[in-house]
């Protein structure tokens, strides 16, 4: 379903991914585990084309994606759930997503749209 090779990513000069491999495949689960600095969340916005420089092969359902842009990346089935801590403590966790969703689709911040409950 989704095959990683030799994916390299950089930051201005510095060098950060070096040759990631991995395949999850249909009904799998996995995992990226390291230290901070490890490079775990940069690997994921490589494969969602937000590092600015990246090279290697990411393949969706088949299809390779890595000259894709972030959002035809994202409407063919694959997004990335940030660790952020925006997030409002009193609510559950579909609250919070629907708190963000609404906040993408109105303009990022913006109240002006969002009717009153």
């Given amino acids: ?52 420089r990246r090279e290697g092969h990411v393949k969706f359902r088949g299809a390779e994606i890595i000259n894709l842009a972030p959002n035809h990346i994202a409407n ?15 609510l559950s966790v579909t609250e919070n997503v629907l708190s963000y969703l609404s906040w993408e689709r109105f303009g990022r911040g913006s109240t002006n749209n969002i009717a009153p409950a």
């Fill in 76 to 90: 063919s089935g694959i997004a990335i759930c940030p660790e952020e801590r925006a997030i409002f403590g009193s």
């Fill in 1 to 52: 379903m989704l095959e990683i090779n030799k994916l390299n990513a950089w930051y201005g000069e510095s060098h950060i991914l070096h040759g990631v491999d991995f395949e999850v495949r249909e009904g799998e689960v996995v995992t990226l585990l390291g230290r901070n600095g490890a490079g775990k969340t940069t690997t994921m916005k490589s494969i969602m084309g937000l590092v600015p």
